[in-house]
């Protein structure tokens, strides 16, 4: 499992596919995922900070919406506040697609979604989050904080080194609420086994 900081920037040339190339040859699957129902407000501002071309999956509780007439409706999420069963869902629905699971709430920087897109291009790549999801939570919509998440984007590019960096620790059962997941990659292992640290250490 690998872990981006949101500061990374697009490739320079150094040859990894970027976020463009991959999108011309794999799919990518946006998968709004949540227990309660969002507000079309919530969804609304969500929408803003997606990729614009991806097709979208709204899961759980998101499915019954209204908004995004477009999406793909897949409500039957068991414990839908919870991101590895949202990806178990969707890693069935959507076989070989390259995925992006999005908790209804996030309030993301721009261009969130296309970071973790691009690592997934890297050599080996199963997935990718952008922060530490039990340190460094990512602020949601009805978070009252003073830093939004923009000026948290500036500050993390700052100080990060814009590189992706290997997770050892990493553990299904702690999935942060953003994530990106390589189609290929994840169909060979399977979504189930992302809680065997045996079988993630093999792939």
């Not at 949540?34 to 999956?57: E, F, G, K, N, V």
């Not at 999420?77 to 869902?89: F, I, S, T, W």
């Not at 050599?123 to 340190?135: I, N, Q, S």
């Not at 904080?145 to 814009?162: E, I, M, P, T, W």
């Amino acid at each position: 499992m690998h872990s981006l900081p949101f500061a990374a920037q697009p490739s320079d040339g150094n040859g990894i596919d970027t976020p463009v190339a991959r999108a011309a040859a794999v799919a990518v699957r946006i998968c709004v995922y949540a227990a309660q129902t969002p507000s079309a407000a919530t969804l609304d501002l969500l929408r803003r900070q997606l990729p614009a071309t991806a097709q979208l999956a709204l899961m759980g509780a998101c499915a019954i919406s209204p908004e995004w007439p477009e999406a793909e409706r897949l409500p039957d999420v068991m414990d839908a506040d919870r991101p590895h069963a949202a990806l178990v869902v969707a890693a069935r629905r959507f076989p070989g697609e390259d995925l992006v699971l999005v908790r209804a709430d996030l309030r993301l920087p721009d261009f969130a979604c296309e970071r973790l897109l691009h690592a997934l291009a890297l050599p080996d790549v199963l997935g990718a989050v952008a922060l530490d999801g039990a340190r460094h939570p990512l602020l949601t919509v009805s978070q009252d904080n003073d830093v939004d998440a923009q000026r948290l984007d500036a500050l993390c590019f700052a100080y990060s080194d814009r590189r992706a960096f290997d997770d050892p620790a990493f553990s299904g059962d702690a999935m942060p609420p953003l994530s990106a997941w390589h189609g290929e990659r994840l169909a060979r292992l399977g979504a189930e086994r992302l809680r065997d640290k045996d079988a993630l250490d093999a792939s």
